[in-house]
């Protein structure tokens, strides 16, 4: 009568323990990859630019038709005298992307960059392009200051999906450092230090990145870093 029902329970921890060691290795080996060293860095603080230009390259990688991402003196800037400046347009756009020129196509990375929220009537959201492909397949993280709230979103032919968000405080008219390590095995998200996001997405491998604003917000941008 109990010669079977041992061997089943035995079955049945081999089977748990299996699954646990598989997730376990495979939670190891995505830190690992978002944790290792880089070897290269791109840095981007547009303060050797003149007040009121356009930064070399930028042109040809705004999906703007008209130049609404402009250098701008600014006092508040965390490295001075300038910053990026994302106007706040009222036209017809969902969504503004500024891809960073000559940023490298790969999929383990870490990028860094500080915004301010300034304004907006229709939206206050300002982001972070990642694996972008083309203005119809990419991943933004974005900051909502209106929802206060931190979503990483991947971006379709039809539309724009947040399948993570968090609640998280984000005030306008102050500076925020936004952080993505990005690997084959996903992207962990920070806000000011603190990990916020982690999701395992296999979407878009690798692509290039840069900065966002959805509708009319206008944002000031500094301090744009990759490592890899």
């Not at 748990?16 to 080996?29: D, K, L, P, R």
């Not at 984000?170 to 230090?193: C, K």
């Amino acid at each position: 009568m109990s010669s079977r029902k041992p061997k089943f329970n035995r079955k049945m921890r081999l089977i748990v323990f299996g699954i646990i060691t598989v997730i376990g290795i495979s939670y190891a080996y995505y830190n690992a990859q978002i944790n290792s060293g880089y070897h290269h860095t791109k840095m981007v603080d547009f303060d050797s630019y003149q007040n009121g230009t356009i930064p070399q390259g930028f042109a040809d990688l705004s999906t703007d038709q008209k130049p609404y991402w402009i250098v701008k003196s600014e006092p508040t800037a965390p490295s001075l005298p300038n910053v990026l400046e994302k106007m706040p347009v009222n036209d017809t756009s969902d969504y503004h992307l500024q891809l960073i020129p000559d940023s490298p196509t790969v999929d383990t990375e870490n990028v860094t960059m500080k915004f301010k929220i300034i304004s907006g009537q229709n939206a206050k959201s300002a982001g972070m392009i990642l694996r972008f492909i083309d203005p119809k397949h990419y991943f933004v993280l974005m900051a909502d200051s209106e929802q206060n709230r931190l979503s990483l979103c991947k971006n379709t032919p039809d539309f724009l999906i947040c399948n993570y968000d968090k609640s998280v405080t984000i005030t306008p008219g102050q500076w925020h450092t936004m952080e993505a390590l990005v690997s084959s095995q996903g992207i962990a998200a920070s806000l000011d230090g603190q990990i916020i996001i982690r999701a395992n997405d296999h979407n878009y491998q690798s692509g290039q990145v840069g900065m966002w604003t959805k509708k009319d917000t206008g944002a000031y941008f500094d301090d744009f870093k990759i490592e890899y």
